[in-house]
């Protein structure tokens, strides 16, 4: 099944690429230094963080002494695949490097395992939590079109969660989230509200964990996001958003984030707990 996301596309061939040196015995200094390119943008193409021209690809195949007209076919495709823009993209201005690969790869997700501490999941709030949550509070005031650009993200990501072959989201929330009042009791309301429909949806399950769950639970590391895809040849990744900078994890590293989500889901309220939790939360702000 071919993968409709420039991000994804480029990944895989920057992994594929890094294979087929390691394969033929070349480093990285030696790639570098025949096609005159830079150590660390031939690292950055390996890791699929940026886009590769065609004939770099057939200029690396033809150093890694790569025949297979199959596979040479496969990997420029990707290339050209990884060359397009993202529907992102047209908000440039306004989301950051890291932010953008995310979307890139979460609009080609099977699913979605996400823990928040602090705030509602991006995937499941409503336009005006979302803006209020997009200014971070004690930082420089954004100007009004970067807010209603980010808001626009957000709510655009959202369409993944619909459709013939909508996202699968695993949500968990630290009951904290549903408890602080984010843009006034209307606001969250709403929010409350919208969180409770989302979770009767079959592609959605959201889970709280209480209060009660003490200070020793796997939560107090912190918020972080699994993506994981259809598609064998791409592996997960973990992403965790940070104030100066968002960190993507990938590798081996990636089960340690997956037993710590399944630790949450342990200490969490069940399903159907979880849902009356909210409800509740609602109603107190009626």
């Known amino acids: 099944m071919a993968t409709g996301s420039p991000t994804v596309r480029r990944r895989r061939l920057g992994s594929e690429l890094k294979r087929l040196r390691e394969e033929a015995g070349k480093s990285r200094d030696e790639v570098a230094g025949v096609l005159g390119m830079s150590v660390p943008t031939i690292s950055r193409i390996e890791a699929g963080r940026t886009g590769v021209r065609l004939f770099v690809v057939r200029a690396m195949l033809d150093l890694y002494g790569v025949a297979d007209e199959g596979l040479r076919e496969e990997l420029e495709g990707h290339a050209r695949a990884g060359s397009r823009q993202g529907w992102w993209s047209q908000y440039a201005s306004a989301v950051n490097s890291g932010y953008a690969t995310y979307i ?86 709403e929010q409350l509200k919208r969180l409770a429909e989302e979770a009767r949806r079959p592609n959605v399950r959201l889970q709280v964990v209480p209060f009660a769950g003490g200070a020793e639970w796997p939560g107090m590391i912190g918020s972080f996001t699994i993506l994981s895809f259809p598609e064998h040849a791409d592996p997960d990744v973990v992403y965790v958003e940070g104030l100066t900078g968002d960190t993507f994890v990938e590798g081996d590293a990636t089960a340690r984030y997956s037993v710590l989500f399944d630790g949450l889901s342990a200490a969490g309220a069940s399903y159907a707990e979880s849902l009356r939790m909210i409800e509740e939360a609602a109603e107190a702000l009626a």
């Open 104 to 189: 890139g790869l979460e609009a080609d997700a099977r699913e979605v395992r996400d823990y928040e501490a602090l705030v509602v999941p991006g995937l499941l709030q409503t336009e005006a939590y979302a803006r209020a949550t997009v200014q971070p509070v004690g930082l420089p005031d954004l100007p009004g079109d970067v807010v209603e650009q980010r808001v626009r993200v957000r709510m655009e990501r959202q369409q993944r969660l619909r459709g013939e072959a909508p996202l699968e989201i695993r949500a968990i929330i630290d009951e904290a989230v549903i408890r602080r009042v984010v843009g006034g009791r209307h606001v969250m309301r």
